[in-house]
């Protein structure tokens, strides 16, 4: 089946600085990459889609400019979170969307936790 | 490796009740999500199970056997707006997200 990687799977970083996740569809071109952020036990929080070729398109609320996404390629796209503060300590999660006929199939990556000191 | 099956897809009819299931085999477990997807939306969280047993809420439960590798997510009173992908994830030992491929429920008047 299609598969979805994430890294690093986690990361700890000290407050000002940057981090980039990377998200890669292993066997498939990912037409769309969707970005989320889960808060414990509770929900994916979608901060943004992602294009290739093409700005992202953020979610209401998400600041574009601390959350940078890269859509480089069809299996490869990056979210880097720029000056990251405690409150950025969160579970980041990409998915990658196939088209398979006449439907579009999303497969989800393993996420990636970010711990800001 | 790590595995999570779920069926693909399944048939109910409104005002039913449909159990959905999902078997997992991780490298340790740190609990299970059940989330609802429609076509081209986010997911939304749907449950969070740690502990083995039933877990209600409203038209909604989920049940987690953890020795058995075991989860299953029943929907009563089915609408049609139920319609939707389940999707069924388990976090390993490593809190790393696996994720089952979804079932497609499709429910009929």
């Known amino acids: 089946g299609a598969v979805v990687s994430q890294h690093p799977s986690r990361v700890i970083c000290k407050s000002g600085t940057s981090v980039k996740i990377e998200c890669r569809s292993l066997?498939?071109?990912?037409?769309?990459m969707f970005w989320y952020r889960q808060f414990p036990k509770q929900s994916l929080m979608l901060m943004a889609t992602?294009?290739?070729?093409?700005?992202?398109?953020?979610e209401q609320g998400v600041e574009k400019d601390k959350f940078l996404i890269n859509h480089a390629s069809l299996t490869l796209s990056t979210l880097t979170v720029t000056s990251a503060h405690p409150e950025d300590s969160s579970f980041y999660i990409c998915?990658?969307?196939?088209?398979?006929?006449?439907?579009?199939?999303?497969?989800f990556g393993p996420g990636t936790r970010l711990t800001v000191t | 490796g790590q595995n999570i099956d779920q069926p693909t897809e399944m048939t109910a009819t409104e005002g039913a009740i449909v159990q959905i299931n999902c078997t997992y085999q991780?490298?340790?477990?740190?609990?299970l999500f059940w989330y609802q997807q429609h076509a081209g939306e986010a997911p939304t969280f749907l449950s969070y199970?740690?502990l083995d047993g039933l877990e209600e809420k409203g038209r909604f439960s989920s049940f987690l056997s953890r020795s058995k590798g075991y989860s299953y997510l029943l929907l009563k009173e089915l609408q049609m707006k139920d319609s939707a992908s389940y999707l069924c994830?388990?976090?390993?030992?490593?809190?790393?997200?696996?994720w089952g491929a979804g079932t497609k429920l499709i429910i009929k008047p």
């Open positions: 998915s990658a969307t196939r088209q398979a006929g006449g439907s579009y199939e999303q497969y």
């Open positions: 066997d498939f071109q990912a037409t769309t």
């Open positions: 992602s294009n290739e070729g093409s700005k992202a398109t953020y």
């Open positions: 991780t490298s340790g477990f740190n609990g």
């Open positions: 199970n740690v």
């Open positions: 994830a388990v976090k390993d030992s490593n809190y790393q997200l696996i």
